[in-house]
C-alpha cells in the first residue's frame, strides 16, 4: 500500500514568491493534516482537512492557506514568503473508520528554503 | 493551550545499551499519546496509547501510559545503530480549538555507537 506521498521534495524561493505544496493521502484516508517543522522547532500544527473542508487551523497567520480536493488531495499555499518560512512542510493523512483515529501516518515532507 | 515536554532532549549511548525516554504531557481533553521516530523526513509512526498501564511492545521497544501522571515513557532494549533517530511524542486532544490536530514535543535526539 503506497503511503503519503509530497511534492516536490525541495523549493528554493525568494521573499515575497508564493508557493503551492501538494500532499496525496494513504488511499481510503480522508483527513489531510499540515504540520511546520522549522529548525531547532517541533512540529507545529498548521492546518486539518477532511472530506474537502478545513476544519482546524494553527496559529498561523492567514498568508498560510490550503484546500483538499475531491479525490482527498491536499494543497499548502504560502504567499508572501518570509525568511522564517524556511522549514520542512509535513503532510500526514488519518483514516476515518467511523469513529475517528488519532494514528496520523506523514509524507516525507517538502523541504523550502526561502531566500 | 496543550503541551508536551520530552526528555531527555539528547542522549547518546552504546549499541546494547538500553533507554528510556520520557514524556510528559498538559492537555485538556485528552485522548491518545503516539510516538514517532523521525530519521530523515518522515515520522514513523511507532504507538499509539490510551489507557494507563496498559504496555505496548513491538520488538526490542516498549511504551506505557500513567493518565494519572500525565507521563508516557518509551524503552529500547538492546539498541542498535538504526535506533539513532530523533523520537516524537504527541498528544491528541479530543475538543475545542485542539480538535484534529496532534501536539508535539521537541523530540529527543537518540544517537547509538558501534
Known amino acids: 500500500e503506497a503511503g503519503v506521498t509530497q511534492s516536490p521534495t525541495h523549493l528554493i524561493k525568494t521573499r515575497g514568491q508564493q508557493v503551492t505544496l501538494r500532499c496525496s493521502p494513504i488511499?481510503?484516508?480522508?483527513?489531510v493534516y499540515w504540520y511546520q517543522q522549522a529548525l531547532g522547532l517541533g512540529l507545529q500544527f498548521l492546518l486539518w482537512y477532511d472530506e474537502g473542508e478545513e476544519r482546524n487551523r494553527g496559529n498561523f497567520p492567514p498568508r498560510f492557506s490550503g484546500r483538499q480536493f475531491p479525490n482527498y488531495s491536499s494543497e499548502l499555499n504560502v504567499n508572501a514568503l518570509e525568511l522564517e518560512d524556511s522549514a520542512l512542510y509535513l503532510c500526514?493523512?488519518?483514516?476515518?473508520?467511523?469513529?475517528?483515529?488519532?494514528?496520523?501516518?506523514f509524507g516525507p515532507g517538502t523541504r523550502l528554503t526561502v531566500l | 493551550e496543550d503541551k508536551v515536554v520530552q526528555s531527555p532532549l539528547s542522549l547518546v549511548v552504546h549499541e546494547g545499551d538500553t533507554v528510556t525516554l520520557n514524556c510528559s504531557y498538559e492537555?485538556?481533553?485528552?485522548?491518545?499519546l503516539l510516538w514517532y521516530k523521525q530519521e530523515k523526513k518522515a515520522p514513523t509512526f511507532l504507538f499509539m496509547l490510551t489507557s494507563s498501564g496498559i504496555e505496548k511492545k513491538s520488538g526490542r521497544l516498549s511504551s506505557i501510559l500513567d493518565k494519572k501522571e500525565l507521563f508516557s515513557i518509551l524503552n529500547i532494549t538492546a539498541t542498535q545503530t538504526g535506533d539513532s533517530a530523533i523520537y516524537l511524542c504527541?498528544?491528541?486532544?479530543?475538543?475545542?480549538?485542539?480538535?484534529?490536530?496532534?501536539?508535539f514535543g521537541q523530540g529527543t535526539i537518540l544517537t547509538v555507537h558501534p
Open positions: 488511499s481510503g484516508h480522508t483527513s
Open positions: 504527541a498528544v491528541a486532544d479530543a475538543g475545542g480549538t485542539s480538535y484534529g490536530k496532534l501536539t
Open positions: 492537555v485538556t481533553n485528552f485522548r491518545s
Open positions: 500526514a493523512s488519518s483514516l476515518w473508520t467511523g469513529m475517528r483515529t488519532d494514528t496520523q501516518y
